[in-house]
T-cell receptor, first 116, second 109 residues
Framework: KAGVTQTPRYLIKTRGQQVTLSCSPI?????VSWYQQTPGQGLQFLFE???????NKGNFPGRFSGRQFSNSRSEMNVSTLELGDSALYLC???????????????FGPGTRLTVT | EDQVTQSPEALRLQEGESSSLNCSYT??????LFWYRQDPGKGPEFLFT???AGEEKEKERLKATLTKKESFLHITAPKPEDSATYLC??????????FGKGTRLSVIA
């Protein structure tokens, strides 16, 4: 079974630009979460999608947004990029969203975004 | 505020030298404690989920245990290929996973 895939793997952008990252979950998984990983803050939750609906959102500004399609694939967008947005962006998929029960999340390889 | 704290930040072991990594958590209504391994430049790789105090799970040289306040990842007779960052995490409120900062393990041949 193929794992979580993310594209592109590497991206260099300049301040003020916007960027779109893509994630394809494991086949059969319907929940997708996004995380930002930086050396200083570690892994921080961005948002979670299930059945094309955003279920939860972390403490990030409105410049960070996302969506999920009917085939469970997801994209996240960052507008008006800032230097501090440089990070590894990770997508994780699970069968269902976290709620009353817990489900293992499986991570993709990430997209390394560098903002200059 | 729910927190997940890992110690030590870094650990250097000789090949074959067993040790333990610690993960303490203050999450009310624990819905699982997750362990991941992350190699440089890669996404975290799922290792274990523990759900209740006293539970143990093993995989090759790794064994994870859970108490009411802590989880331990025991590494028995480690090899250089076990070198990685080990992360623990737990669901918290509406956040699918809150992660600790990780323990960076180096195993020297």
């Amino acid at each position: 079974k193929a794992g979580v895939t993310q594209t592109p793997r590497y991206l260099i952008k300049t301040r003020g630009q916007q960027v779109t990252l893509s994630c394809s979950p494991i086949s059969g998984h319907r929940s997708v979460s996004w995380y930002q990983q930086t050396p200083g803050q570690g892994l921080q939750f961005l948002f979670e999608y299930f059945s094309e609906t955003q279920r939860n959102k972390g403490n990030f500004p409105g410049r960070f947004s996302g969506r999920q399609f009917s085939n469970s694939r997801s994209e996240m967008n960052v507008s008006t990029l800032e230097l501090g947005d440089s990070a590894l962006y990770l997508c994780a998929s699970s069968l269902y969203p976290q709620g009353g029960s817990s489900y293992e999340q499986y991570f993709g390889p990430g997209t390394r975004l560098t903002v200059t | 505020e729910d927190q997940v704290t890992q110690s030590p930040e870094a650990l250097r072991l000789q090949e074959g030298e067993s040790s333990s990594l610690n993960c303490s958590y203050t999450v009310s209504g624990l819905r699982g404690l997750f362990w991941y391994r992350q190699d440089p430049g890669k996404g975290p790789e799922f290792l274990f989920t523990l759900y209740s105090a006293g539970e143990e799970k093993e995989k090759e040289r790794l064994k994870a245990t859970l108490t009411k306040k802590e989880s331990f990842l025991h590494i028995t007779a480690p090899k250089p290929e076990d070198s990685a960052t080990y992360l623990c995490a737990a669901p918290s409120g509406n956040t699918p996973l809150v992660f600790g900062k990780g323990t960076r393990l180096s195993v020297i041949a």
